[in-house]
């Protein structure tokens, strides 16, 4: 209801991202922007290979693949090498994985996904309030998904969000997020 609204502005806001949805969890979020773009069978999704399992069960459930790129010791983030050797004409998106919230090195894997076409889609589950560059989670990435599970830095029981500066993609997860009712 209203409340939810409140909460999606209010979370808009603060990532001061253009679109904001609310799931039912990060992992929703996750399966949802991977059907917003298009993912399907055969395609191929370059992920962290340090991860919550989710990350790669959402590629998996859309029987897409997930293909794992190492992180950097010193961050447990994304290496941009490892990426590079890894994208192929079927990837047809990164999930850079915020490791214990922190988005270091997610400029770069946004250049790289830029160069190649790639959408960046960006698991950060534990990342609210975090940002790269003084710029906010939420605002960095095409697609930014969050949690408020209880593990996580803010609970709403379980729940998570989506924030885009895509319209394209705000429009079609506007209308399949409420089932076309909206
Ligand atoms: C917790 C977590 C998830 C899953 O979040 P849920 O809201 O429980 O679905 C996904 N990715 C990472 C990195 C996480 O830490």
Redesign the pocket.
């Known amino acids: 209801g209203e409340n939810v609204k409140k909460f999606a502005h209010k979370l808009g806001v603060e990532v001061g991202a253009k679109h904001t949805f609310l799931t039912t969890?990060?992992?929703?979020a996750?399966w949802v922007s991977l059907k917003a773009l298009g993912i399907q069978a055969n395609d191929e999704v370059a992920i962290s290979d340090f991860?919550?399992p989710?990350?790669a069960n959402v590629v998996e459930d859309l029987r897409a693949k997930p293909v794992f790129v190492d992180v950097n010791f010193d961050t447990f983030n994304m290496n941009v090498d490892d990426l590079i050797s890894k994208i192929t004409k079927k990837t047809k998106a990164v999930i850079f994985?915020d490791a214990f919230g922190n988005p270091t090195g997610l400029h770069e894997i946004k250049d790289i996904c830029d160069d190649h076409g790639i959408p960046l889609v960006e698991?950060a589950?534990?990342a609210l309030g975090s940002g790269e560059y003084d710029i906010p989670c939420g605002k960095i990435s095409d697609i930014t998904c969050f949690?408020?599970?209880p593990?996580?830095l803010l609970c709403t029981g379980?729940g998570?969000a989506i924030t885009t500066d895509n319209d394209e993609l705000a429009k079609w997860l506007e209308s399949r997020l409420l089932h076309g009712a909206n």
């Open positions: 969890s990060a992992t929703t996750l991860s919550f989710a990350t994985v698991d589950a534990c949690s408020f599970h593990r996580k379980e998570g």
